[in-house]
Antibody, heavy 121, light 107 residues
């Protein structure tokens, strides 16, 4: 079934940077597209970014494009997101999510437990 | 961007009830829609993808239907463990979006 474990969250001030990691296990990470999805406290879900299995194609949500960078290390089965110029509205639980791999259509079939990021002065 | 509108946003039901949640898309999205269940403090769980396909391990009391702009998630006989928030999700143009959620609570 697989497991995803996020780390690296915490509290930072506006304008600062943070890098989240996600350790993947018990599935073939190197053949899986991966996403980050976030959820602000008490709010709904927002897709953040996607990276293809080989790390070549990347896509970003409008609210993070130009500030966040998704990357992966297929040798160490780890997904990352580098978050720069953080804003208060970036405060959320960030989920590492595996793509189902269904005909190129993005469905989210395995989720980590999440990592809380708080941006506050 | 495509907007997804779920209704109702809140639903009160009893164990054994049949429950239907609707998700309407602002544009035709074919069958490219999924449903997720989220319990408090937990990550979402994929229930249905491609409008009607049941994800492995999900009980058969969950079903999805619809195409184009209108979709439904049905729970045929609500169980205690089904009280949760449900989200729909579309996946067009490499910019997936979620509906606002439907919270199902115990009557």
């Amino acid at each position: 079934q697989g497991q995803l474990v996020e780390s690296g969250g915490g509290m930072v001030q506006p304008g600062e940077s943070l890098k989240l990691s996600c350790a993947a296990s018990d599935f073939t990470f190197r053949t899986s597209g991966m996403h980050w999805v976030r959820q602000a406290p008490g709010k709904g879900l927002e897709w953040v970014a996607f990276i293809a299995h080989d790390g070549i194609n990347k896509y970003y949500g409008d609210s993070v494009r130009g500030r966040f960078t998704i990357s992966r290390d297929n040798f160490n089965n780890t997904l990352y997101v580098q978050m720069n110029s953080l804003r208060a509205e970036d405060s959320a639980v960030y989920y590492c999510v595996k793509d189902l791999g269904y005909g190129g259509h993005w469905y989210f079939d395995l989720w980590g437990r999440g990592s809380l990021v708080t941006v506050s002065s | 961007d495509i907007q997804l509108t779920q209704s109702p946003s809140f639903l009160s039901a009893s164990v054994g009830d049949r429950v239907t949640i609707t998700c309407r898309a602002s544009q035709d999205i074919n069958i490219y829609l999924a449903w997720y269940q989220q319990k408090p403090g937990k990550a979402p769980r994929l229930l249905i993808y491609a409008a009607y396909r049941l994800q492995s391990g999900v009980p058969s009391r969950f079903s999805g239907s619809g195409s184009g702009t209108e979709f439904t998630l049905t729970i045929t006989s609500l169980q205690p463990e089904d009280f949760a928030t449900y989200y729909c999700q579309e996946l067009s143009n490499y910019h997936p979006t979620f509906g606002g959620g439907t919270k199902v609570e115990i009557k």
